[in-house]
C-alpha cells in the first residue's frame, strides 16, 4: 500500500468483480443499442477504461471537463472547460459515466445539458455514491459501491493531481490532507482560487 494512503476501501479484485457486474447490468439494459458514452475526465478515466471493455454494444465516446472553484476537498462553483457539441449528442442514447456522485451537481448539470442538446434518452453510471452529501435530487442508474461522506482516492480519483495511478481505493493518512494540495501546509486554496478538480 502507498505510504500516504491510511487505509482501502476497495481493493483491486473488488472494484474488478463490481466494474464487471456493472457491465453486465448495463449490457442487459442497452442490448444492441448504439451508445454514446459521455465520461467526465479527468477522475472517470480508469474506470471507463475497465467500464467499455465489458460493453460488448458499438458505442462511441465523448469527453466532458468539470472544473470548479473549490477549498481543496470540497466541491464549489462549476463550470465546464469541454463539452461535447450538440450535434454529437442529439438523438443519441447517452450513458454518463463519471467516478463518483458527491453533492450531485456536476452530474445534474451534465444530464441538463445533454437533454437540452436533444438526446434521445440520458443514463448515468458512476463508480461510488456518497449520498450523505447529496446537495441536489440527483441519482445515478448504475452504481459500483456506496460509500460514507469520505474523501477517497485511487483507481482515477485524485487529491492535488495525485493517486490517481492506484490500482485500489482509499483514504488519505489525516497529515497528507491537512498538508493541503501543496504539501507544505497551506491548508487549502483561498476561496475563489480556481484548483483542478475533475
Ligand atoms: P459533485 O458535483 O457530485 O459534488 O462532485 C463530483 C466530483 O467531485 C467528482 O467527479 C470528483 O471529481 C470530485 N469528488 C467528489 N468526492 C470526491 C472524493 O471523495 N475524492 C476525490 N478524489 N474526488 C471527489
Ligand atoms: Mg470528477
Redesign the pocket.
Known amino acids: 500500500m502507498h505510504q500516504d494512503i491510511e487505509r482501502t476501501l476497495f481493493s483491486e479484485a473488488e472494484i474488478a468483480h463490481a466494474v464487471s457486474g456493472l457491465g453486465d447490468r448495463i449490457d442487459a439494459h442497452f442490448g444492441a443499442t448504439q451508445l454514446c458514452v459521455l465520461a467526465?475526465l479527468k477522475?472517470s478515466c480508469v474506470f471507463l477504461a475497465d467500464l467499455i471493455r465489458r460493453l460488448p454494444q458499438s458505442l462511441e465516446l465523448q469527453f466532458a471537463q468539470a472544473s470548479s472553484y473549490r477549498d481543496g476537498?470540497h466541491?464549489g462553483e462549476?463550470e465546464f472547460s469541454f463539452f461535447p457539441s450538440e450535434a454529437d449528442l442529439v438523438g443519441r442514447d447517452i450513458l454518463i459515466v463519471?467516478?463518483?456522485?458527491?453533492?450531485?451537481?456536476?452530474?445534474a448539470r451534465i444530464v441538463a445539458r445533454c437533454e437540452d442538446a436533444g438526446a434521445s434518452s440520458v443514463r448515468t453510471c458512476v463508480l461510488l455514491d456518497?449520498p450523505a452529501?447529496r446537495q441536489v435530487e440527483m441519482d445515478a442508474d448504475w452504481k459500483a459501491f456506496k460509500i460514507e461522506d469520505?474523501?477517497?482516492?485511487g483507481y482515477g480519483?485524485?487529491?492535488a493531481g495525485r493517486y490517481r495511478n492506484l490500482p485500489y481505493i482509499g483514504c488519505l493518512r489525516a497529515e497528507i490532507v491537512a498538508a493541503g494540495p501543496d504539501g507544505h501546509g497551506t491548508p487549502h486554496a483561498s476561496p475563489g482560487e480556481e484548483t483542478a478538480?475533475?
Open positions: 467526465v477522475g476537498t466541491s462549476l463519471d467516478d463518483i456522485l458527491d453533492t450531485g451537481r456536476t452530474m456518497k452529501r469520505l474523501f477517497v482516492v480519483l485524485d487529491f478538480h475533475a
